[in-house]
Antibody
Framework: EVQLVESGGGLVQPGGSLRLSCAVS????????MNWVRQAPGKGLEWVSM???????YYADSVKGRFTISRDISKDTVYLQMNSLRVEDTAVYYC????????WGQGTLVTVSS | EIVMTQSPATLSVSPGERATLSCRAS??????LAWYQQKPGQAPRLLIY???TRATGIPARFSGSGSGTEFTLTISSLQSEDFAVYYC?????????FGGGTKVEIK
């Protein structure tokens, strides 16, 4: 069964850093488009970042220069390093597979607050 | 950035009735459009990709149509489990963008 499991969320102060992980099973991150998508409390979905099978990387303007997506093929895990966090980054962060997102994780909550 | 606009924001429908949701792109995206369903406390679920192709396991009462800038998701006969929020997303150009969502509620 295809699974994506996010971890690493929590409470962090503005300006702080956090690294999210997304461990996958029954497929490999090296041959799939992998994404991070977030959802602020009570709001809609916002695409954050994607890493291509070939390694190309794209970001939403709202996180460019602050967030970094990466992957560890040996662990079949995708990461999102989040630096210079702002209150407006507070959201549930989902990991999702594919250009159109056919599988999603359960999400991990990131709260940025003093 | 391609802006995706969904309408209406809320749709009140009785069980068994037909629901028609609209999604408009600010520029042509060909058929590079997906639809998702999200229920409270759950991750989104892919319903449609390529504007009209149902994802694996999605019932035939869900159908998608359109190309270019105008798209429609139709639920032919609403079941109780279909009351949820629906999002469209374009994957034609970067950044990928979602519409604001349409909430389908019980009338």
């Amino acid at each position: 069964e295809v699974q994506l499991v996010e971890s690493g969320g929590g409470l962090v102060q503005p300006g702080g850093s956090l690294r999210l992980s997304c461990a996958v099973s029954e497929f490999t991150v090296s041959t799939n488009y992998m994404n991070w998508v977030r959802q602020a409390p009570g709001k809609g979905l916002e695409w954050v970042s994607m890493i291509y099978p070939g390694g190309n990387i794209y970001y939403a303007d709202s996180v460019k220069g602050r967030f970094t997506i990466s992957r560890d093929i040996s662990k079949d895990t995708v990461y999102l390093q989040m630096n210079s966090l702002r209150v407006e980054d507070t959201a549930v962060y989902y990991c999702a597979r594919g250009l159109w997102h056919d599988y999603w994780g359960q999400g991990t909550l990131v709260t940025v607050s003093s | 950035e391609i802006v995706m606009t969904q309408s209406p924001a809320t749709l009140s429908v009785s069980p068994g009735e037909r629901a028609t949701l609209s999604c408009r792109a600010s520029q042509s995206i060909s058929i590079n459009l997906a639809w998702y369903q999200q229920k409270p406390g759950q991750a989104p679920r892919l319903l449609i990709y390529g504007a009209s192709t149902r994802a694996t396991g999605i019932p035939a009462r869900f159908s998608g149509s359109g190309s270019g800038t105008e798209f429609t998701l139709t639920i032919s006969s609403l079941q109780s489990e279909d009351f949820a929020v629906y999002y469209c997303q374009q994957y034609s150009d970067w950044p990928l963008t979602f519409g604001g969502g349409t909430k389908v509620e019980i009338k």
